[in-house]
């Protein structure tokens, strides 16, 4: 998904364009330039000293993240311990990207992520619901069990409007202009449209992990 343009016939064209670098990455590996990008000046990174962070940029209402969820969720859960995963939702504007990030730190100050996060997609693109209002998403979380008005309190929170604001930074030092992306360690990015497919979107995040341990 592009910030600059969200219309179906260029997300149709992103995918099918998207073979010739997956037949070269087929052929010899990951190329920089064509399967991923090394970020002129290095991003900020939270991961202590000795760990290789991992960020995907997503948006709740992309059905790109949406479909690359369980392969990307697969993938994290077999990480080894020196790679620090972590998500981050981006808003290339307001509306309606803000409520859905503030909904993910919520969820996440919560403790809540790991059971809610893949039902906020299922019911956007599966139920068709927008989850676009604080109402809509306050009768969300009370219909899964969760005190609506302590969750709005965090929604609504300074520490969520805080969250929000290094997230808007972190993507725009990672130059993030469309979504999913996956940085890595502050220096790399790839993506879905880059790589052709989600395997070998992972294949790549896997040689940049490797590149990033050599220090390279």
């Known amino acids: 998904m592009n910030r ?10 992103v995918g099918l364009s998207a073979g010739l670098p997956g037949l070269a990455l087929a052929q ?8 991923y990008v090394r970020l002129p000046q290095a991003a900020p990174v939270s991961a202590p000293a000795g760990k290789v962070e991992v960020v995907e940029f997503f948006w709740y ?3 790109h993240c949406y479909n690359f969820e369980p392969s990307l969720g697969a993938w ?17 504007r307001e509306n ?3 409520n859905h990030q503030r909904l ?9 992520v790991s059971t809610l996060h893949p039902k906020v997609f299922r019911a956007i693109h599966a139920e068709g619901q927008a989850l ?23 929604f609504n929170s300074f520490a969520v409007q805080t969250k929000c604001k290094q997230a808007r930074s972190l993507a725009d030092a990672y130059k993030i202009d469309g979504v999913p992306t996956l940085g890595i360690a502050g220096r790399y990015f790839t993506s879905v449209s880059l790589n052709g497919s989600h395997e070998r979107t992972l294949a ?11 220090g390279r």
């Open 28 to 35: 010899g590996g990951p190329v920089e330039g064509t399967h």
């Open 4 to 13: 600059r343009e969200f219309s179906i016939h260029t997300l149709g064209a």
């Open 204 to 214: 790549t995040t896997n040689f940049l992990i490797n590149l990033s341990r050599k």
């Open 104 to 112: 993910f730190y919520a969820l996440e100050a919560m403790g809540l």
């Open 132 to 154: 676009d209002k604080p109402e809509t998403i306050s009768a969300f979380v009370a219909r899964h069990g969760v005190d609506p008005v302590k969750f709005m309190a965090m």
């Open 76 to 92: 994290a859960d077999k990480l080894p311990a020196d790679v620090v995963f972590r998500r981050v939702p981006v808003a290339f």
């Open 96 to 98: 309606p990207f803000g």
């Open 61 to 63: 209402g992309c059905n």
